[in-house]
């Protein structure tokens, strides 16, 4: 005789006790509520047996064009749920679209990791789904279903089609700061611009392009946390669909064998994402984001081994802003299996993976049908696709720089500073004729750090100003507190540490001074001596706080610096899910 839902106290599997049955399998009054208030949705006694409760993450919204197709991925989801004998429940988080949230999504993500984390606590959720897309959406997820450290399993919505113009392919971003430097000088018209627009974005899903949202993709299917082929299957595509279905059968199945993510998402995967970053040449944003993962689940895991794994690993991966192709191009060419498999010497094939077994066993069988698009090993893009991981008087707890996006001959560089107070200094004065600037100048950019702006935004690969656009110049050293868009390129020094408006050395650079950039020795310094830097520190005042209230105010009182991953500083650890008081 099947259990009822007063006698369900534990697993129908047995052992021990589900979360869920704290809520759905007691007797008397703090059972039957829970149960009543559900069946008003229609759901049957049976789904209250004892059987696994799913959690689906959705981060669906109108306002994330990246992720206005989760709803749907959702129900494919709860069907492979309940094929696997769970029963799936979808709750909404907030949702940040990259290109409309003001003043940065990086602001709101560990607002997003909060929600994440509190729901999943709060609620009978054994194991956890997460329906992710655009840039922040996928780290913030992670983070707060880590700090819970239950069982999930993670789903990307996959990128969008590729954008076609006039017999051109446009890829997200990348083109849109090639297009936006074309109507600049003049080359192309208003029309132009407003019809390239159109055909750039053409259904849904994330940038197609190697921004941060395929980068978190690619890394979350490399950690182990999504299934093959997870970061390259196009949004449109069925096969996203039949993975969603994959996922929802295998959340039970982890629920079912107590595989928690603390079991997945181990030193050794975190090792193999710092890898595969380079063999993709990824966003530089993963960074953050990965730093702060591992301190919501206690990994050991710092700045410098970016610098120390991802030295010697070639980008093989040809796609734009680095190289020449976009995402389906890589799906067709057989997506990151192949490239895992390409640099295998290198990773940690004994590492888990979420559908049970190991990556090495993963990726034993992967075929490459493309090696224009997924390079070999002896005919990579760049030799050296890692991140470089700089210091010196002017980053001393560390700066960032893309080899791959940058260009060779200002890799090694001296220059005269030119500086910009604020990003809205830079976009008054950056196009202004009588700017003292030449092509040998040092960009440099102060107060758009996690604290100074607030956020940390996207403003760090500087616009060039207009009239060295006009005479032919393409890329120019530029140096920041600031993040840039995973989608960008160029030879950018960013995540500057501490930065400016804590009075970090970058505060107290001036216009004129030598900036020299060693990209080889690892150091990015300024030439001011002692005695100056000490005069200039003794007069520094911090700029006022953007916030004196609600979030914002949290955020810049408690907001780490970039070397620590820009989480909260009362957030590091995890918290697990211990039982709670019933609330009535």
């Known amino acids: 005789m099947p259990a009822t839902?007063?006698?369900?106290?534990?697993?129908?599997?047995?052992?021990?006790?589900?979360?869920?049955?704290?809520?759905?399998?007691?007797?008397?009054?703090y059972g039957f509520i829970p149960r009543s208030w559900m069946k008003s949705q229609g759901f049957s006694a049976e789904l209250f047996d004892g059987r696994p409760v799913i959690g689906i993450c959705n981060t669906w919204s109108e306002l994330t064009n990246c992720n206005r197709h989760l709803r749907e991925l959702a129900e494919h989801v709860k069907r492979g749920v309940l094929m696997a004998g769970g029963f799936p429940l979808e709750?909404?988080?907030?949702?940040?679209?990259?290109?409309?949230?003001?003043?940065?999504?990086?602001?709101?993500?560990?607002l997003v990791a909060m929600d994440v984390e509190e729901t999943i606590r709060a609620n009978p959720?054994?194991?956890?789904?997460?329906?992710a897309g655009c840039d922040k959406t996928t780290p913030a997820l992670l983070m707060g279903a880590a700090s819970c450290d239950i069982p999930a399993i993670l789903v990307s919505g996959g990128p969008m089609l590729n954008g076609r113009y006039q017999g051109r392919v446009l890829g997200s971003g990348t083109d849109v700061f090639n297009l936006d430097q074309e109507y600049r000088t003049g080359k192309i018209t208003k029309a132009d611009v407003e019809a390239a627009e159109a055909a750039m974005s053409r259904s849904a899903g994330s940038c197609m392009t190697m921004g941060t949202a395929s980068t978190m993709a690619l890394i979350a299917e490399a950690m182990g946390i999504g299934l093959p082929m997870n970061g390259t299957i196009p949004a449109p595509d069925s096969r996203r669909a039949v993975l969603a279905e994959e996922a929802g059968k295998r959340a039970v199945r982890l629920v079912e064998q107590d595989i928690r993510i603390s079991k997945i998402l181990t030193r050794e995967a975190f090792e193999n994402a710092v890898k595969v970053a380079g063999a993709i040449g990824g966003s530089t944003n993963a960074v953050v984001h990965l730093l702060a993962l591992a301190g919501r689940l206690g990994v050991p895991?710092?700045?410098?081994?970016?610098?120390?794994?991802?030295?010697?690993?070639?980008?093989?991966?040809?796609?734009?802003?680095?190289?020449?192709?976009?995402?389906?191009?890589f799906f067709d060419a057989g997506g990151l299996p192949v490239v895992m498999r390409r640099i295998a010497e290198k990773l940690h094939l004994g590492a888990p993976a979420v559908e049970g077994g190991t990556m090495g066993e993963r990726i034993a069988d992967a075929r490459g049908w493309n090696d224009e698009v997924i390079r070999t090993v002896d005919n990579p893009l760049t030799p050296k696709g890692g991140l470089v991981v700089l210091r010196g008087n002017l980053a001393p707890d560390g700066a960032i720089l893309k080899p791959s996006a940058a260009s060779p001959r200002l890799m090694q560089h001296r220059g005269r500073a030119v500086v910009f107070k604020d990003a809205d200094d830079l976009r008054a004065r950056i196009d202004d004729p009588d700017l003292d600037v030449d092509a040998d100048s040092v960009l440099v950019l102060q107060n758009a750090g996690p604290r100074g702006y607030p956020g940390m935004p996207e403003v760090g690969t500087m616009a060039l100003p207009k009239k060295l656009l006009a005479a032919g110049v393409t890329d120019m050293v530029r140096v920041s507190d600031a993040r840039m868009s995973g989608t960008?390129?160029?030879?950018?020094?960013?995540?500057?540490?501490?930065?400016?408006?804590?009075?970090?050395?970058?505060?107290l650079v001036r216009t004129g001074d030598m900036i020299v950039l060693d990209t080889a020795g690892r150091r990015i310094d300024v030439e001011i001596d002692a005695e100056e830097m000490a005069r200039r520190r003794a007069a520094f005042v911090p700029p006022?706080?953007?916030y004196e209230r609600g979030y914002g105010k949290i955020f810049i009182d408690h907001v780490q610096q970039a070397d620590k991953g820009v989480d909260f500083d009362f957030l590091v650890g995890q918290s697990g899910t211990p039982p709670s008081k019933v609330s009535f």
């Open 5 to 29: 839902a007063a006698d369900a106290s534990t697993s129908s599997q047995g052992g021990a006790p589900r979360r869920s049955a704290e809520w759905f399998g007691r007797v008397g009054k």
């Open 91 to 110: 709750f909404p988080v907030t949702s940040l679209g990259e290109p409309l949230m003001r003043p940065t999504t990086m602001m709101f993500r560990n």
């Open 125 to 131: 959720i054994d194991g956890v789904v997460l329906l």
């Open 301 to 329: 895991f710092t700045l410098a081994d970016w610098d120390e794994l991802g030295r010697d690993v070639p980008c093989l991966v040809d796609l734009k802003p680095s190289g020449r192709f976009l995402m389906e191009e």
């Open 488 to 507: 960008a390129f160029g030879t950018v020094v960013l995540h500057v540490a501490p930065e400016s408006a804590l009075g970090g050395p970058l505060a």
């Open 544 to 546: 006022a706080p953007a």
